[in-house]
T-cell receptor, first 111, second 113 residues
Framework: KNEVEQSPQNLTAQEGEFITINCSYSVGISALHWLQQHPGGGIVSLFMLSSGKKKHGRLIATINIQEKHSSLHITASHPRDSAVYICAVRKGGGATNKLIFGTGTLLAVQP | DTEVTQTPKHLVMGMTNKKSLKCEQHMGHRAMYWYKQKAKKPPELMFVYSYEKLSINESVPSRFSPECPNSSLLNLHLHALQPEDSALYLC????????????FGPGTRLTVL
């Protein structure tokens, strides 16, 4: 079993819909990252959070440390949001910034 | 400047060739990373440099040789690669220390013939 699980693996939405992607992890963490990767492209860091909630534009990320769960929400989705969204966690403790990645959620937003 | 740049964007090489991938950042970050990403898979960590010293080698074969000549540059030297090494190679950087956001470059798409 992976230490970081994402759901769903694939998601198709209509433009304008509210989207939620979930991430569950089984280890103690010091931080959780949400990343975006367009097909064939590099990775963009969307959020890094260790508690509570963060918002940037139409994107909202929440984390519940007790339940070991995080969600990424996209409001008023747009076709340009189509990408792979990756959850990654940094295990608690240690001096290095090593990330454990989930397998990603492929999002397709149709016009 | 909040960018990590990587060159080349694409590289095709034979199994007997020697080539290098280059990564550069000017954000003052003192930690730099190499990742390998196969299609439809998450990135896999290869190496971490902290203050220009190799701090993590994830049991990467010796045909991959990293180098950090200064705090802004990270190279990955390639020699005698195999076709299964074909992948997207991503570089990232962050502030040194344990909990810092990593900034990723656009990657180099490597094909080994």
């Amino acid at each position: 079993k992976n230490e970081v699980e994402q759901s769903p693996q694939n998601l198709t939405a209509q433009e304008g819909e509210f989207i939620t992607i979930n991430c569950s992890y089984s280890v103690g963490i010091s931080a959780l990252h949400w990343l975006q990767q367009h097909p064939g492209g590099g990775i963009v860091s969307l959020f890094m959070l260790s508690s509570g909630k963060k918002k940037h534009g139409r994107l909202i990320a929440t984390i519940n440390i007790q339940e070991k769960h995080s969600s990424l929400h996209i409001t008023a989705s747009h076709p340009r949001d189509s990408a792979v969204y990756i959850c990654a966690v940094r295990k608690g403790g240690g001096a290095t910034n090593k990330l454990i990645f989930g397998t990603g959620t492929l999002l397709a937003v149709q016009p | 400047d909040t960018e990590v740049t990587q060159t080349p964007k694409h590289l095709v090489m034979g199994m007997t060739n020697k080539k290098s991938l280059k990564c550069e950042q000017h954000m003052g970050h003192r930690a730099m990373y190499w990742y390998k990403q196969k299609a439809k898979k998450p990135p896999e960590l290869m190496f971490v440099y902290s203050y220009e010293k190799l701090s993590i080698n994830e049991s990467v074969p010796s045909r991959f040789s990293p180098e950090c000549p200064n705090s802004s540059l990270l190279n990955l030297h390639l020699h005698a690669l195999q076709p299964e090494d074909s992948a997207l190679y991503l570089c990232a950087s962050s502030q040194a220390g344990s909990i810092n956001e990593q900034f990723f470059g656009p990657g180099t798409r490597l094909t080994v013939l």
